[in-house]
């Protein structure tokens, strides 16, 4: 069987008044600091991963503080009582 080609998926959030970001989800064992965004000077955090296809779950974490991704439509009860983003790739 043929591996599944990874396909890359962007994440990004305006939050300019962060001092940090980081994403964090299925795709990393949800570890809050393994994948941090880089600001531009107009306060939009960018980062890409390439993933193989399937569903993930991720959140991303502001200052220590875990958030949903606004401008994802996917979303999935947590055992925490909030949601997390889904993304299908």
């Known amino acids: 069987m043929p591996a599944l080609k990874k396909k890359r ?3 990004a959030l305006h ?3 962060a001092e940090q970001v980081f994403v964090a989800g299925t795709f990393n064992d949800w570890n809050p600091s393994a994948r941090p965004l880089k600001c531009d000077k107009k306060g939009n955090w960018r980062t890409w ?3 193989p296809p399937g569903e ?3 959140l991303f ?3 220590d503080q875990w958030l949903e991704d606004p401008g994802c ?5 947590n055992p925490y009582g909030a949601h997390n ?4 790739v």
Do not use: H, I, K, T
């Open 9 to 11: 998926v962007n994440f």
């Open 15 to 17: 939050a300019p008044e």
């Open 49 to 51: 991963m390439a993933l």
């Open 56 to 58: 993930y779950q991720y």
């Open 61 to 63: 974490v502001v200052d």
């Open 73 to 77: 439509d996917g979303r999935s009860v």
């Open 85 to 88: 983003s889904v993304l299908r």
